[in-house]
């Protein structure tokens, strides 16, 4: 992963999690979706991100989980 796509997810990530998530992954699926499109919209290719990331519906998922943790 670029140091430019890692960047974008991380950012991204922050600021479209849903505060009330529930874990569901249906909306980690669709917020995965959400996610890539917009790097597309910035000029930022899928391999940027995917080339280190194994999937990014997990890492969407995972901070999911990490969000509902005291």
């Known amino acids: 992963m670029s140091a430019r ?3 974008f997810l991380d950012e991204w990530i922050a600021n ?3 505060i009330a998530t529930t ?6 699926s669709d917020l ?10 910035v000029g930022i290719k899928p391999d940027e991100i995917n ?3 194994w999937s990014v519906f997990e890492v969407i998922f ?4 990490r969000q509902r943790q005291p």
């Open 62 to 65: 995972e901070a999911m989980h």
């Open 32 to 41: 995965a979706d959400q996610m890539m499109k917009a790097a597309g919209e």
């Open 16 to 18: 479209h999690l849903p």
């Open 5 to 7: 796509g890692r960047k």
């Open 51 to 53: 080339d280190e990331v």
């Open 23 to 28: 874990g569901d992954p249906i909306a980690a």
